[in-house]
């Protein structure tokens, strides 16, 4: 499957961004759905994770209450909405895909892969 991530750019602390990710290629279904990021000079780190229906979600500790996924399986899409950004969010932001059901803060468990979308906040 074919990753395409869209929507970064730069934003002021406390504002908002809405990032996608539009799949094709596969059964979108199919699919457990995840964001990634990864600042200069650290390693990537899981951000959320949603199952094939929509229906479970998951986040990291530093982003609950401000992100939110969502998936449209008519669209073949995943979005991320951050809300209450702030300048530790800067980096660049992946989408994954995970065949199967199964839920994973695991980088090394995801399938593919999209080219990333840089987001930065300033201060």
């Known amino acids: 499957v074919q990753l395409q991530a869209s929507g970064g750019g730069l934003v002021q602390a406390g504002g908002s961004l809405r990032l996608s990710c539009a799949a094709s290629?596969?059964?979108?279904?199919?699919?457990?759905m995840g964001w990634f990021r990864q600042a200069p000079g650290r390693e990537r780190e899981f951000v959320a994770v949603?199952?094939?229906?929509?229906?479970?979600?998951y986040y990291a500790d530093s982003v609950k209450g401000r992100f939110t996924i969502s998936r449209d399986n008519a669209k073949n899409t995943v979005y991320l909405q951050m809300n209450s950004l702030k300048p530790e969010d800067t980096a660049v932001y992946y989408c994954?895909?995970?065949?199967?059901?199964?839920?994973?803060?695991?980088?090394?468990?995801?399938?593919?892969w999209g080219q990333g979308t840089l987001v930065t906040v300033s201060s």
């Open positions: 290629g596969d059964t979108f279904s199919n699919y457990v």
């Open positions: 949603i199952r094939n229906s929509g229906g479970s979600t």
């Open positions: 994954a895909s995970r065949n199967g059901r199964q839920l994973s803060a695991l980088s090394y468990e995801y399938d593919y």
